[in-house]
C-alpha cells in the first residue's frame, strides 16, 4: 500500500540555519511527491512537486527538494530559515489523483 | 483570484446533531476533494468529484457521511448524526484536473468540535 513517512514530529532550528525534513514514501509506480506547508488557522500551501525530469526541484520560499529513488526519499531543505518559516510541514505522493500525506513535521524557528 | 474558501470556519455540535460543510472552489475547477485531518495526523482523503458527479468516495468513514456537488461548483460535506470521534478539521480542495501531478488548491479548513 501506499504510504507517506515523515520520521521527525517536531524540529526547532535557529533563524538563519539550514533545515532539512525528511520524506520517505511507499509507492508501487512512479511516485508524484509534494511538499505542502500548513500556517496556524491556514490551508495548505504547496511548496513544490515533482513527477519527472531534474531530480532537484526548486520551490517557492527558497525551499527545493530532491527525489532519491534508491532511498525512496524525498527530502526538502532550505539553506537559511527565517523566522516566518515556522509552521507545518506535509509530504505527501500522489495516488490515482489524490494526495496520500505524512503525518506532517512541525517546525519551530528559535532567534 | 480568489482562493478556496470554506464555512463555517468553526463548528461545535452536540453529539448526535447532524452538520453541513460548505466548499467553494477555485472558479473553473473541475476537481473538488474533501480531507479529513485529525489532530496531530495528515489530511485523509474522504471524497472527490468531477464536476457534479462523484467518482470516489473511498475514504468516507461511514454512511453518516455524505456529500454533493449538486451543480458542479459549491459542495457540501454533510455529517448526520455527530459522533466524538469526528472531530477534525475537514479540507475542501480543488483543481483544474484531477491527475497525478495536479496541483490541488486546499481551503483553510472547517474545525469541527463534537461534544
Known amino acids: 500500500a501506499q504510504s507517506v513517512t515523515q520520521p521527525d514530529i517536531h524540529i526547532t532550528v535557529s533563524e538563519g540555519a539550514s533545515l532539512e525534513l525528511r520524506c520517505n514514501y511507499s509507492?508501487?509506480?512512479?511516485?508524484?511527491l509534494f511538499w505542502y506547508v500548513q500556517s496556524p488557522g491556514q490551508g495548505l500551501q504547496l511548496l513544490l512537486k515533482?513527477?519527472?525530469?531534474?531530480?532537484l526541484v526548486q520551490g517557492i520560499k527558497g525551499f527545493e527538494a530532491e527525489f532519491k529513488r534508491s532511498q525512496s526519499s524525498f527530502n526538502l531543505r532550505k539553506p537559511s530559515v527565517h523566522w516566518s518559516d515556522a509552521a507545518e510541514y506535509f509530504c505527501?505522493?500522489?495516488?490515482?489523483?489524490?494526495?496520500?500525506f505524512g503525518k506532517g513535521t512541525k517546525l519551530s524557528v528559535k532567534p | 483570484g480568489a482562493g478556496v474558501s470554506q464555512s463555517p470556519r468553526y463548528k461545535v455540535a452536540k453529539r448526535g446533531q447532524d452538520v453541513a460543510l460548505r466548499c467553494d472552489p477555485i472558479?473553473?475547477?473541475?476537481?473538488l476533494f474533501w480531507y479529513q485531518q485529525a489532530l496531530g495526523q495528515g489530511p485523509e482523503f474522504l471524497t472527490y468529484?468531477?464536476?457534479?458527479?462523484?467518482?470516489?468516495k473511498s475514504g468516507l468513514p461511514s454512511d453518516r457521511f455524505f456529500a454533493e456537488r449538486p451543480e458542479g461548483s459549491v459542495s457540501t460535506l454533510k455529517i448526520q448524526r455527530t459522533q466524538q470521534e469526528d472531530s477534525a478539521v475537514y479540507l475542501c480542495?480543488?483543481?483544474?484536473?484531477?491527475?497525478?501531478?495536479?496541483?490541488?488548491?486546499f481551503g483553510p479548513g472547517t474545525r469541527l468540535l463534537v461534544l
Open positions: 480542495a480543488s483543481s483544474s484536473l484531477r491527475g497525478q501531478a495536479e496541483t490541488q488548491y
Open positions: 509507492y508501487g509506480a512512479t511516485p508524484y
Open positions: 515533482y513527477f519527472s525530469g531534474d531530480t
Open positions: 505527501a505522493v500522489g495516488s490515482q489523483g489524490n494526495l496520500i
Open positions: 472558479s473553473g475547477h473541475v476537481s
Open positions: 468529484f468531477q464536476n457534479e458527479a462523484q467518482l470516489d
